[in-house]
């Protein structure tokens, strides 16, 4: 079966420090992933995009790789901040041949970064 | 440049009622994407909508239905409202390869 799953479990981690969470997933062959932030009752916001050809993405302190061999993702967070505390998502976009119009997206890992 | 935007905030309304939700996409944008956000669920894909047309759309029932204005707006309506249709709605539109610039939701209450 397709599945996509996330760290299930909240991370929490100290200010300063580097977060990574994970992204698995099986029986898709996306031709991109996308990572977004979410806080509570708002909309996702957009952070980043990772092709199936590319293994890295870097914005500031945002870091994505993207092993599709292992069909997994990790998002790394530097110098962490309590401003950095939410909800993030990861989302496959099939796109060619599977072009359903949608995201497909995991249930999401809260991260909590104490000061 | 503004992002996507929905309206209303929040709607309440009572079980079998109807609710209507408006979408207003990125100018530029002409895709269309509506999501179901239940509480402490994922999100789950509803309904593409492109130059119009409706090009796809998530395993819901008939009762939620929508259509693309041709300024590329979108409404999405949901009939026959039950409990179970209380979440966030949110609407998304898309740019090149990134599908999901999304608004800032509509949270649907069904008492």
């Known amino acids: 079966s397709q599945k996509i799953e996330q760290n299930s479990e909240a991370l929490n981690i100290q200010e300063g420090k580097t977060a990574t969470l994970t992204c698995n997933y099986t029986?898709?062959?996306?031709?991109?992933l996308q990572w977004y932030r979410q806080d509570p009752g708002r909309g996702p916001v957009f952070l980043l995009l990772?092709?199936?050809?590319?293994k890295e993405k870097r914005k500031e302190r945002l870091k994505v790789t993207f092993d599709t061999t292992l069909k997994q993702s990790l998002f790394h967070i530097t110098a962490s901040q309590p401003a950095d505390s939410a909800t993030y998502l990861c989302?496959?976009?099939?796109?060619?041949?599977?072009?359903?119009?949608?995201?497909?997206f995991g249930q999401g890992t809260t991260l909590q970064v104490k000061p | 440049e503004a992002g996507v935007t929905q309206s209303p905030t929040h709607l309440i309304k009572t079980r079998g009622q109807q609710a209507t939700l408006r979408c207003s996409p990125i100018?530029?944008?002409?895709?269309v994407y509506w999501y179901q956000q239940a509480l402490g669920l994922g999100l789950q894909f509803l309904l593409w909508?492109?130059?119009?047309?409706?090009?796809n759309r998530g395993n819901f029932p008939p009762r939620f239905s929508g259509r693309q204005f041709p300024n590329y707006s979108s409404e999405l309506n949901v009939n026959a409202l039950e409990l179970e249709d209380s979440a966030l709605y949110l609407c998304?539109?898309?740019?090149?390869?990134?599908?999901?610039?999304f608004g800032p939701g509509t949270r649907l209450t069904v008492l």
């Open positions: 989302a496959l976009d099939l796109h060619g041949s599977s072009n359903t119009g949608k995201l497909i």
């Open positions: 029986n898709y062959s996306p031709a991109y």
């Open positions: 990772i092709r199936e050809n590319e």
């Open positions: 998304a539109s898309s740019l090149a390869a990134v599908r999901g610039f």
């Open positions: 100018s530029g944008h002409t895709s």
């Open positions: 909508y492109d130059e119009g047309e409706e090009r």
